[in-house]
């Protein structure tokens, strides 16, 4: 019988297996080597759910880099954002003049990514680019594409590899498509 506190009972079907991952982390590694060789850029990981992606894609990129992160959250623990925005905590090094690489683990929106783009760079940033593993393109509502993508994401409600629903099951190691009845009544 199917133990339903295992963290796979909850998943509908796998999107993106753990090998295919670490072979997308390798390709954008090697995207992002190019990309910022002979500079030093600033990596900042989105907490919480980009930690997974940033930990395996940053070993993958084999420049000079800072590390720091950054928790903006404009999600209240369901599948929907709720459009607002807020900085939980904030970066601990001054990102004037500095290239920066925003790690995302999604991007749908946008809303999260501009928000950050728009704060970097009011704080003087030269350039900010984002890398994200997965680009849910259809739900765009502003003008605004990660630079570097792993994958085009389905219109779907996705967790595990850092991604959750209501602060749970980031730590299933790959990518799954939530099981609607979860989060339908
Ligand atoms: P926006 O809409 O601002 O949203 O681009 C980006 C943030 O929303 C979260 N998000 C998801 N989290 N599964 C998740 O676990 C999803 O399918 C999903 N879609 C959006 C995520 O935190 C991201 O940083
Ligand atoms: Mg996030």
Redesign the pocket.
Known sequence: MANSDNLNSVVERKLFTEAEIADTCKRLGSELTTAYAGKRPIVVG?L???VFFLTDLFREMDVKADLDFID????NGG?E?TGK?VVEHDMSKDVKDRDVLIV????????????MKDLLLKRGAKSVKCAVL?D?KA????DIEPEFVGYE?PN?????Y????DGL??NLPYVGV?KPSEYQN
């Open positions: 989105a919480k759910g980009a903006v959250s404009s999600y599948t954002s925005i995302e683990d999604i991007v749908d929106t946008g809303l999260t990514l501009q928000f997965l849910k739900r765009r509502t502003v994401c779907e409600f996705v967790i595990g850092g991604m959750d629903f099951y980031r939530l």
